[in-house]
């Protein structure tokens, strides 16, 4: 099985930036996949950014494309997300997750991490 340690979150002011981190541990997948979803107060669970391990390949929601990307780490098993030119709708609780094998960039994920909050004040 695979762990799912999340932080860096925080509260942070519109147009600033924060980097949450999440350290995977337990069983290694060859052709495993990580990614973040965010869940804002009163909305439903949503995509945010992903990779596949292998090929570094990434993919990020429209919502984010531009402002946040997805950086490894392959020494430390660690994905992280840098938020830049934060906005106040970015506010959520922001949930790590993975996945054994890549089945779709949205629908890849078996574990999950148990999220960190990111408020970004207006």
């Known amino acids: 099985q695979v762990q799912l340690a999340e932080s860096g979150g925080g509260l942070v002011q519109a147009g600033g930036s924060l980097r949450l981190s999440c350290a995977a541990s337990g069983r290694t997948f060859s052709g495993r996949v990580m990614g973040w979803f965010r869940q804002g107060p009163g909305k439903e669970r949503e995509f945010v950014a992903a990779i596949r391990w292998s090929t570094g390949s990434t993919y990020y929601a429209d919502s984010v494309k531009g402002r946040f990307t997805i950086p490894r780490d392959n020494a430390k098993n660690t994905v992280y997300l840098q938020m830049n030119s934060l906005k106040p709708e970015d506010t959520a609780v922001y949930y790590c997750?993975?996945?054994?094998?890549?089945?779709?960039?949205?629908?890849?994920?078996?574990?999950w991490g148990q999220g960190t909050q990111v408020t970004v004040s207006s």
């Open positions: 997750a993975a996945g054994a094998f890549f089945k779709g960039w949205e629908a890849s994920y078996d574990y």
